[in-house]
């Protein structure tokens, strides 16, 4: 094995160890957090080194790229892996995405919606989501805002076909990261009143995923801390 395989795997182990100490440092159970491991502008190359150290958990945020990689993947690897997506979608990528993506992170507009529900129409298993939420000011960064939870779940959970997980939210940087993660917690208890199974929290990422632990993220989405700097 080379250099940079070890290099990948000591990362990686650095970070499954620090979420189960993030996990028990707060009274949780680190088996209730899910580690996916954001994949994107990486190649295929890496997710079967990642697959081959025990990753099963993968995240992409832009079509273009995922779907290939994906289909690269499984041309070699049998390996029961999980893709999510994780970005901003445009509704004709839709289709694209939902063919290899189990997990939607960032269902956050009607339009949206809408071409998710014709993609799932006939599937034999519900669509796993999370709704994004946008925890700043600016619309033009995706998710719904918080106040708008609500009346946009009640859509969601009239889908036949879609799953509601929870709710889904990047860090800002416009607020200090705790401020965002106790947004997305009460936007969560907020879910959970008309939806209990709705309990997930998609939220903490390579600088801030033991704060969002913290704060009851159940899905912490890790890229760079795991796979290093990415190439742009
Ligand atoms: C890139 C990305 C991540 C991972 O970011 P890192 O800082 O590299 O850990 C997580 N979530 C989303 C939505 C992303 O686009």
Known sequence: MGEQFEALNQRYQ??????????LTCGRNP?????VVISKNHPASMVLDLISIGARNFGENRDQEAAPKAAEVSAVSTAEITWHFVGQ????????ALSYA?????????????AVVKATQDSQKPLDVFIQLNLTDD?????????????????????????????????SLDNPPAQ???TIRRASEALRKLSPE???ISA???EDFEEAIAFGATHVRVGSAITGKRQY
């Open 139 to 171: 619309p033009g960064r995706g998710g719904i805002r918080p106040v708008e939870l609500e009346p946009f779940a009640e859509k969601v959970l009239a889908a036949e076909h879609l799953n509601l997980l929870g709710v889904m939210g990047v860090a």
């Open 14 to 23: 650095e970070v499954v160890s620090r979420i189960e100490q993030a996990a």
């Open 102 to 114: 189990k997990v939607l992170h960032s269902l956050d507009r009607d339009s949206l919606l809408k």
């Open 89 to 96: 979608l445009q509704s004709n990528k839709v289709k694209s």
């Open 180 to 182: 965002d993660f106790e």
């Open 204 to 206: 903490g990422m390579s």
């Open 31 to 35: 088996a209730d957090v899910e580690l």
């Open 198 to 200: 709705s309990r997930f």
